[in-house]
């Protein structure tokens, strides 16, 4: 994973800001868009699916810290991004709470999303054990995709990498690198619970590779 920005990378980012957005908006490629596009709908579903699981487990805290501060800060980064560079919200009513809650209107992954949601919500419902296990997997999935490009995408005819592994642009950069930090945050805080119940040690990577999800772990 790449590491945090370097102050000089961070005063170019200060220089970018003051520039008209149809500037910023050039310098992103059709991939950059598609995926930034793509991004603003993974994060919303993480924070749709934990509001769903802190509504049916309200003991677990987990959900409600992860979903109201972590993931609806980095939905609402994503919509500022597109902002920045020129491009259409696909979920523009996000925060538009509950009514919003589950329901993705954008035109290319919509139905994806909206198939991902019911998915996961249903595969939490079963047990607590159950809903830690789905916000691990989508921990998982969304560094991946963060890093480089969803299977989603590749398989519409989308080159990989699409994302952070593939941008320069600095202002993507900063971005995915804190959505990755955050995820790692996550998905320790998720396998801490899930082995609290199946003993430290036994958690088995449900998308990235074992090394990679030792690694997060410090293992």
């Known amino acids: 994973m790449k590491s ?8 170019s980012l200060c220089v970018l ?4 957005i149809n500037t910023m908006a050039a310098t992103l490629d059709s991939n950059e ?3 930034l596009t793509f991004m603003r709908e993974e994060e919303k579903l993480a924070r749709d699916v934990y509001l769903t699981f802190a509504e049916m487990y309200p003991q677990q805290n987990v959900f409600a810290t992860i979903a109201t501060t972590s993931e609806q800060t980095h939905t609402d980064t994503m919509r500022d991004k597109l902002a920045q560079y020129n491009l259409a919200d696909p979920n523009p009513e996000t925060n538009n709470l509950p009514e919003s809650l589950g329901v993705f209107t954008g035109v290319e992954w919509g139905w994806y999303f909206s198939e991902k949601f019911e998915l996961l919500t249903n595969w939490g419902a079963t047990s607590e054990l159950d809903a830690l296990y789905a916000g691990a997997f989508i921990e998982e999935l969304d560094m991946h995709d963060i890093a480089e490009c ?3 995408m590749t398989d519409a005819g989308y080159s990989n990498p699409c994302g952070l592994n593939y941008t320069d642009e600095n202002g993507l950069l900063n971005a ?3 959505l990755i930090d955050g995820s790692e945050s996550h998905l320790r805080a998720y396998v801490g619970q899930i082995e609290a119940i199946i003993g430290e040690g036994n958690y088995a990577a449900q998308y990235l590779s074992q090394e990679e999800v030792d690694t997060i772990l410090g293992r």
């Open 4 to 11: 945090l920005l370097t102050t000089s990378i961070a005063a």
């Open 17 to 20: 800001s003051i520039l008209p």
């Open 176 to 178: 995915y690198s804190s």
């Open 33 to 35: 868009a598609a995926h």
């Open 150 to 152: 969803p299977k989603v």
